[in-house]
């Protein structure tokens, strides 16, 4: 942008959200008992402010006494993250196998 010659700019109004993080998206899951994101249905004993997305058709998630966690659930992987972590999550690509990526 700053080497471009022809640059228009308009002014917008409405809400912006970066939905590039976990953290965002949990923002427009359904929530939970003590602030647990999901958008499955989740039973919870002493669990606060984790997010959990599943993939799975039916699936059914149970926290016990976790804290802050993002638990995502596809048909071939699982991450679990610290929420205050959520920023590094992307360094773990790497270590991921190709069919994965």
Request: aromatic share 4%.
């Given at each position: 942008m700053e080497k471009a010659k022809r640059v228009l700019n308009l002014e917008a109004t409405f809400d912006w959200d970066d939905v590039g993080s976990w953290i965002s998206i949990a923002k427009y899951l359904p929530t939970h008992g003590d602030h647990n994101s999901a958008n499955q249905p989740i039973s919870e004993i002493d669990a606060e402010n984790n997010i959990v997305f599943s993939t799975r058709k039916g699936?059914?998630?149970?926290l016990l006494g976790v804290d802050?966690?993002?638990?995502?659930?596809?048909?071939?992987?699982?991450?679990i993250a610290?929420?205050?972590q959520a920023d590094a999550i992307k360094k773990?690509?790497?270590l991921l196998p190709p069919h994965l990526l």
């Amino acid at each position: 942008m700053e080497k471009a010659k022809r640059v228009l700019n308009l002014e917008a109004t409405f809400d912006w959200d970066d939905v590039g993080s976990w953290i965002s998206i949990a923002k427009y899951l359904p929530t939970h008992g003590d602030h647990n994101s999901a958008n499955q249905p989740i039973s919870e004993i002493d669990a606060e402010n984790n997010i959990v997305f599943s993939t799975r058709k039916g699936s059914h998630t149970a926290l016990l006494g976790v804290d802050d966690l993002i638990i995502v659930q596809t048909d071939d992987a699982l991450l679990i993250a610290n929420r205050h972590q959520a920023d590094a999550i992307k360094k773990l690509s790497p270590l991921l196998p190709p069919h994965l990526l």
